[in-house]
């Protein structure tokens, strides 16, 4: 009786470690050819999510999570294409670090997350 798959249980691997948010950013700050002010642009972005949502790894960022930073980062007096570029260089980091090969699960689930991201009047300025 039960089920059948419970037997197999002890051949799962446990879940790889989580990078932490800094981890992914130092990652894409050490990128090939890539400018000290790209990288402190990195680092300032994943600080400012950071504050808002108080995530300390990839494995937290959720859709909810996701949803109170845009929530709290639409507050302000951005424009909308700095908040775009705060979105794209959420994002760009998590896919490099997807590249990289940096826990693909939680970098896609991240991404994923993170696609619902959107600024609507972003390019009319």
């Given at each position: 009786?039960?089920i ?10 446990p879940p790889?470690?989580?990078?932490t948010i ?9 990128k ?6 790209e ?24 859709h ?9 980062i ?9 908040l775009?570029?705060?979105y ?14 940096r826990?693909?699960?939680d ?18 300025f």
């Amino acid at each position: 009786t039960g089920i059948a798959s419970i037997a197999h249980i002890h051949e799962l691997e446990p879940p790889k470690e989580s990078p932490t948010i800094r981890q992914i950013a130092d990652l894409y700050a050490s990128k090939p050819q890539l400018s000290a002010e790209e990288a402190q642009r990195c680092r300032r972005y994943w600080k400012k999510f950071v504050r808002i949502t108080g995530v300390r790894t990839v494995r937290e960022i959720t859709h909810s999570v996701v949803e109170n930073y845009e929530q709290q980062i639409t507050k302000g007096e951005w424009a909308p294409k700095t908040l775009k570029h705060h979105y794209s260089g959420l994002r760009t980091t998590l896919a490099y670090a997807l590249k990289r090969g940096r826990n693909p699960e939680d970098c896609r689930r991240a991404l994923d997350a993170l696609s619902m991201l959107q600024v609507p009047d972003a390019n009319s300025f």
